[in-house]
């Protein structure tokens, strides 16, 4: 076989072997520029837009927001047992709302009762019965040691008895203090709240009941 040695082309008069460089006015390199941008640009359509509000909402609604399931029946007939709840997180409770809490028991999750007292509503003692009554009420001096019958308590009175521990804690308070609530439970036969476990402070509580998700017959608001 025979090898030929080859030679490079010669080059043609007049021409060069290298690339002529194009030259731009600034002009023209701005709207280069500005092509290259809306090439590279990415349309943003509008189910795109739709997914990024949604997930906004999802994250706004688990900072506000918590759900928890009822455990046990003391708060039959408003919440019975298994039921799914939403709880609106850091909004302080107005009276007979509900609202979760930490009742400070080892091995106890958060519970939930209704609100009866608040912060500066009347309060006294008498046969470890606590009587509470609402601070709008009107003021009422109690001038007997001895228990007082029923038709002699003033309107918007509330009678509970408490335990023994609690009825001491309360006996020289004549009101109910600055970020302190008493709750109760809607079934009283069942419920384990201020009876036996006092006042409830303002740090201990979560959030207000605010909605039921299940079951599905019983979604909606919760009073």
Same mark, same amino acid.
């Given at each position: 076989?025979?090898?030929?040695?080859?030679?490079?082309?010669?080059?043609? *008069?007049?021409?060069?072997?290298?690339?002529?460089?194009?030259?731009?006015? *600034?002009? *023209? *390199?701005?709207?280069?520029?500005?092509?290259?941008?809306?090439?590279?640009?990415?349309?943003?359509?509008?189910?795109?837009?739709?997914?990024?509000? @949604?997930?906004?909402?999802?994250?706004?609604?688990?900072?506000?927001?918590?759900?928890?399931?009822?455990?046990?029946?003391?708060?039959?007939?408003?919440?019975?047992?298994?039921?799914?709840?939403?709880?609106?997180?850091?909004?302080?409770?107005?009276?007979?709302? @509900?609202?979760?809490?930490?009742?400070? $028991?080892?091995?106890?999750?958060?519970?939930?009762?209704?609100? $009866?007292?608040?912060?500066?509503?009347?309060?006294?003692?008498?046969?470890?019965?606590?009587?509470?009554?609402?601070?709008?009420?009107?003021?009422?001096?109690?001038?007997?040691?001895?228990?007082?019958?029923?038709?002699?308590?003033?309107?918007?009175?509330?009678?509970?008895?408490?335990?023994?521990?609690?009825?001491?804690?309360?006996?020289?308070?004549?009101? $109910?203090?600055?970020? +302190?609530?008493?709750?109760?439970?809607?079934?009283?036969?069942? +419920?384990?709240?201020?009876?036996?476990?006092?006042?409830?402070?303002?740090?201990?509580?979560?959030?207000?009941?605010?909605?039921?998700?299940?079951?599905?017959?019983?979604?909606?608001?919760?009073?």
């Amino acid at each position: 076989m025979t090898i030929y040695k080859t030679h490079p082309q010669a080059t043609k *008069k007049g021409h060069s072997t290298k690339k002529k460089r194009r030259y731009y006015s *600034k002009e *023209k *390199k701005e709207q280069l520029e500005k092509m290259r941008q809306r090439k590279t640009k990415r349309i943003i359509k509008p189910q795109d837009i739709f997914f990024l509000l @949604l997930i906004g909402l999802c994250f706004v609604f688990l900072v506000q927001n918590k759900t928890h399931r009822v455990a046990g029946s003391s708060m039959v007939p408003t919440l019975e047992n298994n039921d799914r709840i939403i709880v609106r997180k850091g909004r302080l409770p107005e009276r007979y709302e @509900l609202i979760t809490f930490d009742p400070e $028991i080892s091995n106890e999750s958060s519970y939930v009762k209704r609100v $009866i007292g608040l912060p500066g509503d009347q309060l006294w003692t008498d046969s470890k019965a606590v009587y509470l009554r609402p601070q709008k009420a009107g003021k009422w001096t109690l001038n007997t040691a001895n228990p007082i019958p029923s038709e002699d308590l003033p309107d918007s009175t509330l009678k509970v008895m408490v335990n023994e521990e609690v009825f001491q804690a309360l006996r020289d308070i004549h009101k $109910i203090p600055e970020k +302190s609530y008493f709750v109760l439970g809607d079934n009283r036969s069942a +419920s384990k709240d201020s009876r036996t476990m006092g006042l409830i402070s303002e740090e201990q509580i979560e959030g207000v009941v605010t909605y039921r998700y299940f079951p599905l017959n019983k979604i909606g608001q919760v009073k």
